[in-house]
Structure formats: structure tokens, C-alpha cells
């Protein structure tokens, strides 16, 4: 089923709450309805959209927002002892994670409380707590709306990486509309508790003994400390990527930071990767507030709508502010990980 709504408020379906509006709105519920739906669509004025969790819209949107409402969830055993779930592009990815966990399924559970749809998701490469979805997908279905047909794409063709997909690629935004992922689930490869406190906040549970929702209620305990609660503040997660920067640029932070202070860090294969929520507490905006937009001041990664109020303009603002004052004092350019729209 297809609905049209001409002159759309959004405000309830970006998780910012910027109220600005839409010229048009169309929700769909099955797969079949995108055919006709892009019939009539300006092919390049269009936005799919899933929860709004990683969108910032930078004013009234003057193009059409597309949204799934494909609601299935399939599962289906694998000769290879995996669970594949096929799971419509509208789901809320924290749903599944709920319902795999309760049926003692292993692979997403680090992924816990991440708003957002399941279409997104795979999109996004959502991660945390050490792990990315990119470790359970087994291919996305979408329409592909430049050849007018569906088609299966395999997880090597993603094109997987921090953050980032094949979908992302500014040649393929307008290209691919997902419908429908399939993941890998197991019942029997275990916790993964490498990351940060989660073996912490696991208490003295024995890990042997650990269920998939244990870890799931760990993972939203250590998150419900750190990050705002969505229901109650709008913001879109981590504002920004952290940042990979050359051993040079490392050494250059670590001469700033002065010799006692240690520079949090990863090694990863194009150089060294710096948190960006430290970056911007040294620079002094943990807790900042510009207006009606501030930087949180338990995780300064996440920019928030503080009241409700904040406009695009105070949000922006209030980033260009961390990103000059960061390459101001340490030469790396932040890289917005939110989809500005
Ligand atoms: N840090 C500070 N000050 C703070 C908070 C953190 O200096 O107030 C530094 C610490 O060194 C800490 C490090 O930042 O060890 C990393 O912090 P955290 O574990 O909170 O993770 P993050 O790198 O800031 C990333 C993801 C989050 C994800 C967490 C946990 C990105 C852009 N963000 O944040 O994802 O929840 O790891 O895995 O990679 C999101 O993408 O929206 C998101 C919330």
C-alpha cells in the first residue's frame, strides 16, 4: 500500500527534532509498490528514510521522503548450523536484536539500542561495542531504481567500511532502494566482550553461562550512562567519524597533549585512529551550549537538540565551532558522520 502526503512535518520522524518539512511524503509497505512509486518520483529530489536517525535536515526538504514500512521478518535454518533472518527494510533494527536475543541467537546483540531501521542499517554499517553489522550480512535486497528491478546484492558488493557502503557512494544515491537484509545468526559462537566495559557491566556472570540478552541488557545498561535517552533528547548519535590520521599527525597530538597525558588511540591499517569525543572535550565543548543546541556532556561525540528548540542553523553552528576549533589546535578536519540533508 502506498501513502502520499503533500507538505510533510517531519519533526516526529527525524530523531533530531528539527521541525522543518518535506515537499512530499510517500510510505510504502511492500516491495512491489516501488515500481510505481518511482513512476512518478523527480528521480534525482528524493530521499529514502528510515528512522531519521542519522539525518540532520539543514532546512525545509524540497524533494520527495521516501519510507518503508516493510515490517517481515523471515527465519530460516542453514545447512551450516546459522540462522538466516530476512528482515523488511521498515523494522526497527532494536526489535530484531530483541527477538533474536530472546530466541538465543548471537551476532548483533553489541548492536543494542542503536535507533534506527533495518534498511539503514546495512546502508549505515551501524557498529559498537566492537562490533558492525557488515559481520552478519549476507546480502541486501533492493530495488534498483536506474535499471528498474529488484536484485540481491552479496555482502562483498556492499563494499563495506567504517561507516560506510556502496550505497553511500555519491554515484549510487539515488540508485538503490533496500527492501529487505539477510543476516547470519548463530546459536552457538558466543559473546563478544572485547570492547571498552562490557565485561564490566556484565558483573560476576560467568561467561560460559552468558545468554545473547545478557549481553543486550549489559550493552543498553553501559549505553542508558553515557548517551541521551532518545525518547527524552533529540540528537542523531555520534555527530562525528573518528578520525584516522597519519603516525605524524599522532605524534603531533601527543606533543600538544604534553608528556602526561596519554592520547587514546588505535592502530588500524591506514594509520592511527583518534577518538573524536576526545578531540573535542580537549578542546573544551564537553557539556557546551550554543542556543538551543549543546554538546553532551557525558559523550561530546553527540550534538543534542537540548529543549526541543534547537533549528538547523544553531546545530550547525554549533559544529562548525568543535570542527574549527579541533583543526585549529590539532590540524585534523572532523568529518561529519551524520547525513546532512
Ligand atoms: N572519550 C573522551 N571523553 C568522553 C567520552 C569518550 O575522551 O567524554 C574518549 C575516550 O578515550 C574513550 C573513547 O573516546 O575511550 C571512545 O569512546 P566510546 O567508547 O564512547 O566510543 P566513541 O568512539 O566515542 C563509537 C561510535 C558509537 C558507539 C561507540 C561504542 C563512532 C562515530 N561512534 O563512539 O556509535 O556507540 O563507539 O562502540 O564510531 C553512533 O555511531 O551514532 C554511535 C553512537
Given at each position: 500500500?502506498?501513502?502520499?502526503?503533500?507538505?510533510?512535518?517531519?519533526?516526529?520522524?527525524?530523531?533530531?527534532?528539527?521541525?522543518?518539512?518535506?515537499?512530499?511524503?510517500?510510505?510504502?509497505?511492500?516491495?512491489?509498490?516501488?515500481?510505481?512509486?518511482?513512476?512518478?518520483?523527480?528521480?534525482?529530489?528524493?530521499?529514502?528514510?528510515?528512522?531519521g536517525?542519522?539525518?540532520l535536515?539543514?532546512?525545509?526538504?524540497?524533494?520527495?521522503?521516501?519510507h518503508?514500512?516493510?515490517?517481515s521478518?523471515?527465519?530460516?535454518?542453514?545447512?551450516?548450523?546459522?540462522?538466516?533472518?530476512?528482515?523488511?527494510?521498515?523494522?526497527?533494527?532494536?526489535?530484531?536484536?530483541?527477538?533474536?536475543?530472546?530466541?538465543?541467537?548471537?551476532?548483533?546483540?553489541?548492536?543494542?539500542?542503536?535507533?534506527?531501521?533495518?534498511?539503514?542499517?546495512?546502508?549505515q554499517?551501524?557498529?559498537?561495542?566492537?562490533?558492525?553489522?557488515?559481520?552478519?550480512?549476507?546480502?541486501?535486497?533492493?530495488?534498483?531504481?536506474?535499471?528498474?528491478r529488484?536484485?540481491?546484492?552479496?555482502?562483498?558488493?556492499?563494499?563495506?567500511?567504517?561507516?560506510?557502503?556502496?550505497?553511500?557512494?555519491?554515484?549510487?544515491?539515488?540508485?538503490?532502494?533496500?527492501?529487505?537484509?539477510?543476516?547470519?545468526?548463530?546459536?552457538?559462537?558466543?559473546?563478544?566482550?572485547?570492547?571498552?566495559?562490557?565485561?564490566?557491566?556484565?558483573?560476576?556472570?560467568?561467561?560460559?553461562?552468558?545468554?545473547?540478552?545478557?549481553?543486550r541488557?549489559?550493552?543498553?545498561?553501559?549505553?542508558?550512562?553515557?548517551?541521551?535517552?532518545?525518547?527524552?533528547?533529540?540528537?542523531?548519535?555520534?555527530?562525528?567519524?573518528?578520525?584516522?590520521?597519519?603516525?605524524?599527525?599522532?605524534?603531533?597530538?601527543?606533543?600538544?597533549?604534553?608528556?602526561?597525558?596519554?592520547?587514546?588511540?588505535?592502530?588500524?591499517?591506514?594509520?592511527?585512529?583518534?577518538?573524536?569525543?576526545?578531540?573535542?572535550?580537549?578542546?573544551?565543548?564537553?557539556?557546551?551550549?550554543?542556543?538551543?543546541?549543546?554538546?553532551?556532556?557525558?559523550?561530546?561525540?553527540?550534538?543534542?537538540?537540548?529543549?526541543?528548540?534547537?533549528?538547523?542553523?544553531?546545530?550547525?553552528?554549533?559544529?562548525?565551532?568543535?570542527?574549527?576549533?579541533?583543526?585549529?589546535?590539532?590540524?585534523?578536519?572532523l568529518?561529519?558522520?551524520?547525513?546532512?540533508?
Open positions: 500500500m502506498i501513502t502520499e502526503i503533500p507538505d510533510f512535518n517531519i519533526r516526529a520522524f527525524n530523531t533530531f527534532g528539527m521541525n522543518v518539512e518535506c515537499s512530499k511524503w510517500i510510505d510504502y509497505t511492500e516491495p512491489s509498490d516501488l515500481p510505481s512509486v518511482f513512476a512518478s518520483v523527480d528521480r534525482h529530489r528524493f530521499r529514502c528514510i528510515g528512522a536517525s542519522n539525518m535536515f539543514t532546512g525545509n526538504y524540497d524533494g520527495t521522503l521516501i518503508s514500512s516493510i515490517l521478518v523471515e527465519t530460516e535454518p542453514c545447512d551450516n548450523g546459522m540462522t538466516r533472518l530476512r528482515v523488511g527494510s521498515g523494522m526497527t533494527f532494536d526489535k530484531v536484536i530483541e527477538m533474536s536475543a530472546a530466541a538465543g541467537l548471537w551476532g548483533i546483540e553489541n548492536l543494542s539500542a542503536i535507533p534506527g531501521d533495518a534498511g539503514a542499517a546495512a546502508v554499517n551501524i557498529g559498537a561495542y566492537g562490533v558492525e553489522v557488515k559481520d552478519v550480512i549476507e546480502s541486501v535486497e533492493v530495488y534498483d531504481i536506474q535499471e528498474n529488484f536484485r540481491t546484492i552479496d555482502r562483498v558488493e556492499c563494499g563495506y567500511g567504517y561507516r560506510m557502503s556502496m550505497f553511500k557512494l555519491p554515484e549510487n544515491r539515488y540508485r538503490y532502494v533496500v527492501t529487505a537484509i539477510n543476516i547470519l545468526l548463530s546459536a552457538t559462537s558466543g559473546p563478544k566482550l572485547d570492547y571498552g566495559n562490557i565485561r564490566q557491566a556484565l558483573e560476576d556472570k560467568e561467561v560460559s553461562a552468558l545468554t545473547p540478552m545478557d549481553v541488557e549489559a550493552i543498553i545498561r553501559i549505553r542508558d550512562e553515557k548517551l541521551p535517552a532518545p525518547e527524552l533528547v533529540g540528537s542523531a548519535g555520534s555527530f562525528f567519524k573518528n578520525p584516522v590520521v597519519s603516525r605524524e599527525v599522532y605524534d603531533k597530538v601527543c606533543l600538544i597533549a604534553g608528556e602526561s597525558v596519554r592520547v587514546p588511540h588505535y592502530e588500524v591499517e591506514a594509520g592511527v585512529k583518534i577518538p573524536a569525543a576526545w578531540l573535542i572535550e580537549q578542546c573544551g565543548f564537553k557539556g557546551k551550549t550554543k542556543g538551543n543546541a549543546a554538546v553532551w556532556h557525558k559523550q561530546p561525540l553527540v550534538i543534542v537538540n537540548a529543549n526541543g528548540q534547537a533549528t538547523p542553523d544553531e546545530i550547525i553552528g554549533l559544529e562548525q565551532d568543535i570542527c574549527r576549533a579541533v583543526d585549529q589546535r590539532y590540524g585534523i578536519t568529518e561529519p558522520e551524520v547525513d546532512h540533508i
